[in-house]
């Protein structure tokens, strides 16, 4: 999960937001109550202007 969460740090400081995205994806699915893997994953979805996958994957997680 570190290695994955570093990645994906790394790729978002190097603008790669896409990149960056598949790894936090990547880190919640083996720990989907990180909060920190999701506030990551939605400022990278927010750079792209990906507003829409943002929120569907936030009332995902709000519904269950």
């Known amino acids: 999960l570190l ?3 570093s990645q994906g740090n790394r790729h978002f400081k190097e603008g790669q937001y ?3 995205i ?3 994806t990547q880190g919640l ?3 989907p ?3 920190i893997l ?3 994953r939605a400022m990278a ?4 202007e990906k507003y829409r996958l943002k929120n569907s994957f936030l ?3 709000l519904q269950n």
């Open 33 to 35: 109550n990180n909060a």
């Open 22 to 24: 598949e790894k936090y």
């Open 29 to 31: 699915m083996n720990d």
């Open 38 to 40: 999701s506030a990551n």
């Open 45 to 48: 979805l927010i750079k792209q």
């Open 3 to 5: 290695l994955t969460f």
């Open 18 to 20: 896409e990149e960056a």
């Open 59 to 61: 009332l995902h997680k």
